[in-house]
């Protein structure tokens, strides 16, 4: 599932902000308490909308919030619960809710006690937390260690990405789950977490720009991958690929079209960059790669265009059968 985040704030329009995401499948939101009037006169607006568009909605809580408004337990949600819940009361609520639990801070001590009090495992998701404060962040071996561990309970799992558009205040630092991803592209980070962590919901913790949420959307919907490159004038006939199944550490092939190709000065072949293999290397010329480690000089290879900068890790992640599209916007 892919998400996407609404924080009520006064001057939101969640009517565009719905028909800005309305591919989405979720929408994340808060009603940590105390909850103005005001906001909760925005919720039940969004909760309106999502209905006319399909969209489910993941909302943050606390015990204080549903004590406050019990109506949320009869309403179409899932009830992200943060704290000041017990096992008991989890176990309730998930014979008649969808539910989330924070998969950042849970432990198998909670887990095991949560499985005893006869909760229904099969309506919980665990979604990690968002960190605002720079260096705050998950590292990557926490969280490796903590998916194991839900996975281990057969739970679905969820993560966050930050944006790199509009950022939510008041620190302005983006909201990853993992540190290392903070000022990272979210596209990139993406799909990492869709290729890499294999997170059943990924969700958009602020504002994307207009562009790389158009990638993320036609990966999670076509399943095609975009890269956004840069090629030589006479290589700009080249829109796709289609990858080989055989995936090798050091480059990615395509399923060739032979065409006779002069051999360029050799130089020197780096990670990130796009070649096509020459006349030198007989019955493989025509075929055009994306190399994923540095090659060194290679006289069989004329380097027809680059990968960009910010999206140079999506080639980790490049599996054979799929589609990739070239973008040069």
Do not use: W
Not at 119 to 132: E, G, L, S
Not at 134 to 142: H, K, M, Q, R
Not at 190 to 208: C, N, P, Q, T, W
Not at 215 to 243: A, C, G, H, R
């Amino acid at each position: 599932m892919l998400g996407f985040s609404i924080y009520f704030e006064k001057d939101i329009d969640i009517e565009k902000e719905i028909e800005k995401n309305k591919d989405f499948d979720l929408v994340f939101t808060s009603l940590h308490y105390p909850t103005s009037d005001e906001s909760y006169r925005q919720f039940l607006e969004l909760y309106n909308l999502c209905k006319d568009y399909s969209i489910r909605i993941c909302v943050d809580i606390n015990n204080e919030t549903l004590n406050n408004h019990p109506e949320l337990i009869d309403m179409d949600l899932i009830l992200r619960l943060d704290f000041g819940f017990t096992y008991e009361e989890i176990s309730k609520l998930s014979h008649k809710k969808s539910l989330a639990i924070n998969a950042s801070t849970v432990n198998n001590d909670f887990l095991s006690k949560l499985k005893l009090a006869n909760t229904k495992m099969d309506n919980i998701i665990a979604i990690h937390n968002f960190y605002p404060l720079e260096y705050s962040g998950l590292s990557e071996d926490y969280f490796i260690k903590q998916n194991s561990l839900i996975k281990s309970y057969g739970l679905n799992l969820g993560g966050f990405i930050p944006g790199n558009g509009n950022l939510r205040g008041p620190v302005y630092k983006g909201l990853p789950t993992l540190e290392n991803d903070r000022y990272k592209n979210p596209y990139s980070t993406f799909i990492k977490f869709e290729r890499k962590y294999k997170l059943d919901l990924i969700v958009l913790s602020e504002d994307v720009k207009t562009l790389d949420k158009e990638y993320i959307s036609k990966f999670n919907n076509e399943k095609i991958v975009t890269l956004p490159v840069s090629f030589l004038e006479d290589s700009k006939y080249i829109e796709k690929i289609k990858v080989r199944a055989d995936i090798s550490d050091y480059l990615i092939r395509n399923e060739r079209e032979k065409r006779d190709v002069d051999p360029q000065n050799p130089t020197f072949i780096k990670r990130g960059d796009i070649v096509m293999l020459n006349n030198l290397s007989g019955r493989y010329r025509g075929e055009i790669e994306i190399i994923k480690k540095d090659l060194g000089v290679s006289p069989e290879r004329n380097v027809i265009g680059r990968v960009k900068d910010d999206y140079l890790e999506i080639v980790d992640y490049i599996k054979g059968g799929d589609l990739v599209e070239f973008n040069r916007r």
